[in-house]
């Protein structure tokens, strides 16, 4: 049974409670409408972006976009899916047990992250030791503006001295690019060719004659067709005959450890 | 300055019950732990995929932290905590009003429900992806924001504040502060 005091104490609560909820009903509209305020300008500054965004790239005729903004693409496979290495750049044996694929963005900051801390582990443990082969495969996305380029002119040091010249290119695009887009300009491309004793007004031609622009394409069609939607994502499998094999998924700038148990669980 | 004071009333009582205190401290780790798995959702479910490893997770973990740290900025990764630990201090003082007056009124906690899930979207993805697309309307997610969705922890802070100070003042004139 409650005291008489518990009661009152009881009572004052409820009174209180009341009271509360009287006094809420009428909320402050200053603050109400200030909170509105700050809400409107955000989406606002959100619509604006988006709006900026777009018309940056519709200006730019970036032939990546309609994938980029393409809501039917597949989404993130659970399981292992069916890949092709295509006919891209081979690092390491090529008859490597185990292939890994990397879809790839030289404007990626977390590309250039796996380069720096990931990938040199994988190679001298995996890649140098003939247990693994890395092909690299393009994927640049449509918000960084120079990535398609650089995708580009990578192919196109390729011509010129094979898989060897393509990954020393790929290395000194990671090593000078600040990435986020522009974070290279285009005019070092053919600087870049140069300096690794590459012919660099040849790099620019077969730049500017888009040469292999279609090639950079179809990785991109592929890689919405795998459902990878960003950089870097990996795909890991045994290695087939026919260039084609059943890849598990791996996204992200992930640690060494992460690509480890993946490399494992195949052998 | 009453404000604040009415908002100290109410910290001062929680800090002095270590139940809260504890909970608190849960709820900061839980929330700030959820916003960097759910910006980073396609490298947890990818790892996942292929090992349960606890030791391996707890490396994939700290490496999203630290590339927030280290691309989008140290600013974005302290914005996202101080988000979490005010987000988990609003949820005790929920609590620990609705247990002491045995009311809970939900418009007062309508801001604090929007500043915690607004407080999800403020780590900066750890993958150039275009996830966000559905929501945000671009791909690219977050890296097309001036600050790398540092926007989204400022808004969550604000209104994890006006949600603050609405449960402080509710708990002052329920009487559970002084």
Avoid at chain 1, 36 to 64: D, H, P, Q, R
Avoid at chain 1, 134 to 147: E, G, K, W, Y
Wanted: charged share 15%; with cysteine.
């Amino acid at each position: 049974m409650p005291t008489e005091s518990e009661k009152s104490g009881n009572n004052l609560l409820k009174s209180n409670a009341l009271s509360i909820v009287s006094k809420i009903s009428k909320l402050n509209i200053i603050y109400v409408l200030g909170i509105l305020l700050i809400v409107a300008s955000f989406l606002i500054g959100v619509l604006y972006t988006k709006v900026t965004y777009l018309e940056k790239n519709v200006s730019g005729n970036n032939s990546s976009i309609a994938q980029g903004l393409d809501p039917q693409a597949p989404q993130q496979p659970t399981g292992p899916i069916e890949v092709s290495v295509d006919d891209d750049p081979v690092m390491g044996d090529k008859n490597a047990p185990i292939t890994m694929i990397e879809f790839v963005d030289y404007e990626c900051p977390f590309c250039k992250r796996f380069f720096d801390e990931t990938l040199p582990q994988i190679k001298s443990e995996y890649i140098d030791t003939g247990k693994v082969k890395l092909v690299i495969r393009d994927l640049p996305l449509d918000f960084h503006q120079n990535a398609h380029k650089e995708s580009q002119a990578a192919e196109c040091a390729r011509e010129q001295g094979g898989d060897t010249a393509y990954f020393k290119y790929h290395d000194e695009i990671f090593k000078r690019t600040t990435s986020n887009g522009t974070g290279l300009a285009l005019d070092q491309l053919s600087v870049i060719a140069n300096d690794l004793g590459l012919n660099g007004s040849a790099l620019q031609s077969c730049l500017d004659s888009e040469k292999y622009k279609e090639e950079v394409d179809k990785d991109l069609a592929d890689a919405s067709a795998y459902g990878a939607n960003g950089t870097p994502t990996f795909f890991i499998g045994k290695s087939n005959s026919q260039g084609k094999f059943q890849g598990t998924i791996l996204v992200g700038a992930q640690p060494f450890e992460s690509f480890k148990a993946a490399l494992d669980t195949i052998q | 300055m009453s404000k604040v004071v009415i908002l100290i009333a109410a910290i001062n009582l929680l800090l002095h019950k270590p139940a809260y205190v504890t909970l608190t401290g849960i709820l900061t780790i839980f929330l700030f732990t959820f916003y960097i798995v759910i910006n980073s959702f396609s490298v947890f479910t990818s790892i996942l995929a292929i090992t349960y490893d606890p030791s391996i997770l707890w490396k994939v973990f700290i490496n999203q932290v630290e590339m927030v740290w280290e691309i989008a900025g140290p600013v974005n990764v302290l914005a996202v905590v101080l988000v979490s630990f005010l987000a988990g201090l609003n949820i005790s003082l929920v609590i620990l009003k609705t247990r002491t007056t045995k009311v809970f009124i939900g418009r007062t906690n309508v801001f604090g429900f929007f500043g915690i899930f607004g407080g999800a979207f403020g780590a900066a993805c750890s993958a150039c992806n275009t996830a966000l697309i559905g929501l945000l309307g671009v791909s690219g997610g977050l890296a097309v924001f001036p600050l790398r969705g540092l926007e989204f922890s400022l808004l969550a802070l604000v209104l994890i504040a006006f949600s603050l100070y609405f449960v402080s003042k509710s708990m002052k004139e329920m009487g559970v502060t002084k």
